[in-house]
């Protein structure tokens, strides 16, 4: 079983940056796609970003582009989400997700194993 745990979320004023965590279980954590959705309330979840096996290759939504950066350290099995200028709309719970053996997905029906989430809360 793959046991994934985001921490990192918060309470931040708009501009503010955060930096969320996603420790995985597991040896097969390099094995594996990983990608960052979030939901904000009354809306479906979404796509936030993603990144291959080895981290060369990043995909990010278009409202997070050059804001966001997500990364992986594959030595400590942690996934992780820079979250820079932050603004009131990305506000949400942030979830990370273990996805496809090969290539990287936007869909969530990508992905296997989700975390249980964090929220993020930007004041505007």
């Known amino acids: 079983q793959v046991q994934l745990v985001e921490s990192g979320g918060g309470l931040v004023q708009a501009g503010d940056s955060l930096r969320l965590s996603c420790a995985t279980s597991g040896r097969t954590f390099s094995s594996y796609a990983m990608g960052w959705f979030r939901q904000a309330p009354g809306k479906e979840r979404e796509f936030v970003a993603a990144i291959s096996r080895s981290g060369g290759v990043t995909n990010y939504a278009d409202s997070v582009r050059g804001r966001f950066t997500i990364s992986r350290d594959n030595a400590k099995n942690t996934l992780y989400l820079q979250m820079n200028s932050l603004k009131a709309e990305d506000t949400a719970v942030y979830y990370c997700?273990?996805?496809?053996?090969?290539?990287?997905?936007?869909?969530?029906?990508?992905?296997?194993?989700w975390g249980q989430g964090t929220q993020v809360t930007v004041s505007s």
């Open positions: 997700a273990r996805g496809p053996p090969q290539g990287i997905g936007r869909l969530p029906t990508s992905y296997d194993y």
